[in-house]
């Protein structure tokens, strides 16, 4: 069953705008990175008012947990949690959940 993967995260206060828009560039270059893995991705800005300091996300659809699992450990997002992700994101929430085949 297909798997959708959300992250919303804050960004440290000190980090500039410059390497908040690289770190988005890194994860919007996960689907040209892993195309066998992400059958779909969406990244952005948060409009809202009540992000609660969440204002960053992405979104990423997976055939099934095993492409998820094999994503997670990948060398792409490795290399990103190591070398990026640490050094700007302050917190991150991550929700993963089966997407329903709903027949109407």
């Given at each position: 069953m297909p798997i959708l993967h959300t992250v919303l995260?804050?960004?440290?206060?000190?980090s500039s705008d410059e390497k908040v828009k690289e770190m988005?560039?890194?994860?919007?270059?996960?689907?040209?990175?892993?195309?066998e893995l992400i059958q779909s991705m969406h990244?952005?800005?948060?409009?809202?008012a009540q992000t609660q300091g969440?204002?960053?996300s992405f979104t990423m659809i997976f055939k099934?947990?095993?492409?998820?699992d094999t994503y997670i450990a990948s060398e792409a997002h490795t290399?990103?949690?190591q070398?990026?992700?640490?050094l700007l994101?302050?917190?991150?929430?991550?929700?993963?959940?089966?997407?329903?085949?709903?027949?109407?």
């Amino acid at each position: 069953m297909p798997i959708l993967h959300t992250v919303l995260f804050k960004i440290k206060e000190d980090s500039s705008d410059e390497k908040v828009k690289e770190m988005m560039a890194a994860i919007a270059a996960f689907q040209n990175q892993l195309p066998e893995l992400i059958q779909s991705m969406h990244s952005g800005v948060d409009k809202s008012a009540q992000t609660q300091g969440f204002s960053y996300s992405f979104t990423m659809i997976f055939k099934n947990k095993q492409d998820l699992d094999t994503y997670i450990a990948s060398e792409a997002h490795t290399q990103f949690a190591q070398k990026i992700g640490h050094l700007l994101i302050k917190n991150a929430i991550v929700v993963d959940y089966e997407i329903p085949r709903h027949k109407f």
